[in-house]
């Protein structure tokens, strides 16, 4: 399933995680990665995975692709 993210007004901050990544931010049994407060025993090698930080500005859309993790701030 794709995803869509707008922004309207304002700034915000994303961070997109490549499929190739997941084993660094995913784990079965927790869950997803809080990039802000990592769980350093659930998610013990989560600095291994390559963060793309892109700054989404009024009047454009991100189109998220299958399998990318991401984050919004």
Same mark, same amino acid.
């Given at each position: 399933?794709?995803?869509? +993210? #707008?922004? &309207?007004?304002?700034?915000?901050?994303?961070?997109? /995680? *490549? !499929?190739?990544?997941?084993? /660094? /931010?995913?784990?079965?049994?927790?869950? &997803? +990665?809080? !990039? +802000?407060? !990592?769980?350093?025993? #659930?998610?013990?090698?989560?600095? *291994?995975?390559?963060?793309?930080?892109? /700054? +989404?500005?009024?009047?454009?859309?991100?189109?998220? *692709? !299958?399998?990318?993790? =991401? =984050?919004?701030?």
């Amino acid at each position: 399933m794709i995803a869509a +993210l #707008a922004q &309207f007004q304002g700034v915000k901050k994303v961070r997109l /995680y *490549s !499929p190739d990544d997941f084993k /660094y /931010y995913h784990n079965e049994s927790v869950g &997803f +990665l809080d !990039p +802000l407060n !990592p769980d350093e025993q #659930a998610f013990p090698n989560w600095q *291994s995975a390559t963060a793309r930080e892109i /700054y +989404l500005e009024p009047g454009q859309i991100l189109l998220i *692709s !299958p399998k990318w993790g =991401h =984050h919004v701030v």
